[in-house]
């Protein structure tokens, strides 16, 4: 006798849209819903620190534009809510116009929460996601070992080029001219 396998719908944007807006932050990577929980406060002084860094960049250098949490869709399957992104002057209207980002971003950053769960989900299904859909550069910041992983997308794969810590300087050729250390995202 053969067996039957039940296999789970896929969940769509579109469905994540119907659902009631419970103080969550759901994800969808493949079709399948990621839930996480609000951010600590240490989170979220890290994402204010990167805010004014990169604010403060882009007042002098108007090449684009930073949000923070922004929903991103990729597609009818994917979708994630990075900590923050950056977009390209040349493709705000592109893919930045509506309530939602709809594209890839030129620039993800995601700030770890413990737990292994969400260490698989940064370090391995988001690269993934991020690198098929073209995010040219993503950010990975470990707040427990005071840390950034920086990646950039070569022949489809969001590669490491390096982990940055305490002085060490970060820099992007997506932002020209950006210079500021580790530190400077971990001061109180």
Not at 59 to 88: C, H, K, M
Not at 140 to 145: N, R
Request: proline share 6%; net charge negative; aromatic share 8%.
């Amino acid at each position: 006798m053969q067996q039957l396998k039940i296999v789970e719908p896929l969940i769509t944007v579109y469905d994540l849209e119907a659902t009631p807006d419970d103080g969550n932050i759901y994800e969808l990577f493949e079709g399948e819903l990621s839930v996480a929980k609000a951010p600590s406060l240490k989170h979220q002084e890290l994402i204010a620190n990167f805010t004014i860094i990169l604010g403060n960049y882009l007042r002098q250098n108007p090449i684009g534009q930073i949000w923070i949490t922004p929903g991103v869709i990729f597609d009818e399957y994917n979708s994630a809510i990075p900590d923050l992104v950056f977009i390209v002057k040349e493709r705000i209207d592109q893919i930045a116009s509506g309530i939602h980002v709809v594209g890839a971003p030129d620039l993800a950053i995601e700030i770890m929460s413990p737990g292994s769960e969400n260490v698989r989900r940064d370090q391995i299904v988001k690269r993934q996601t991020y690198a098929r859909f073209g995010v040219k550069e993503y950010w990975i910041v470990e707040p427990l070992v005071e840390m950034i992983e920086i990646s950039r997308l070569q022949k489809n794969v969001l590669a490491s080029i390096g982990v940055f810590r305490n002085a060490d300087e970060v820099s992007s050729p997506l932002l020209p001219d950006l210079k500021f250390t580790v530190k400077d995202v971990f001061r109180k």
